[in-house]
């Protein structure tokens, strides 16, 4: 057993956000002491940080169950020996992303909409990301190149919808973003904005007042969806910030990410709709998992995915029940996981 050094508590919530992303954890020794859990696994999870290194808010910590090696949410950040395994499908793009760039850092996979990865910057380095490999140095709309990415999306006004992701857009300061938003808001033709984050779940710190005039700032709709797997997530800090996104007058959905250990069973997926719902944040999505290389470990099969959002359906409100979908490359859109199969064949 690794004993802990140091105090173990939940960040004040008018805690520095940028000093609270600084201090996240990025050594496995330090994570598992502070869990106390056992030594033996130090070694698999400081190789596979090589792979991916280790990132995650004291904050999020704080909220997994000490001594418990199959926590929920530590299983979403702790490196493992499983990600070196080479599973045929896993591979390193696994939704097209490269294929289908308008510009660096500017993708348009569906028709009206495109999306910006505005930086290579997580709160927390979650071990299932489908960019865990992505070339962020490459591409990357924040690297000086807000007016190229900006004049991509005016040239094209098929564009409708701009949905800022990353990386993880909140990693930029509010005068940063703030400068994309209102540069947004002057394209005439960009209608709507989209806001995909899972820092009001990880390091809800992040929910300033700043940053919520910076979202109001934008003239049209907007829309931020968060990023919870699991009710436990969600705590007081999380809820006191979601509460500062909802004065904004931004509509608020959850995509959840169907993973193997972490919420594969009926009573943790009933627990997110109801905790999602607490706060009213509505369950949109609900992923299965995207074949990234290094995660495979994480996958569950169509067939158990579908039997556990039938038997969700019958115990929820169907506004608690996310759809179940898949992203599928080339497609227009999210594919529902109806049980059919699906002919990917051009």
Known sequence: MITAHKAFTQPAGARNWQQALAEAVRDPRELLEMLELPANLLPSARRAAQLFP???PRGYVARMQRGDPADPLLRQVLPLEAEFEEVPGFRADPVGDLDSQLDPGVLKKYPGRALLITTGACAVH???CFRRH???SEQNAA??????ALTAVANDRDIHEVILSGGDPLSLGDDRLGELIQGLGQISHVKRLRIHSRHPVVLPERVTRALCREIERFPGPVTVVLHANHAREIDSHVRSGIGRLRETGALLLNQAVLLRGVNDNIEALEALGEALTAAAVSPYYLHMLDPVAGAAHFDVPES????LVDRLRRR????MVPRLVREIPGEDAKTPVTGEVVDNTP
């Open 304 to 307: 158990r995915a579908l039997d």
């Open 316 to 319: 929820a409100p169907g506004y």
């Open 143 to 148: 690297r000086g190149r807000w007016h190229q």
């Open 134 to 136: 992505f070339p962020y």
């Open 126 to 128: 979650c071990r299932y």
């Open 54 to 56: 280790l990132r995650v």
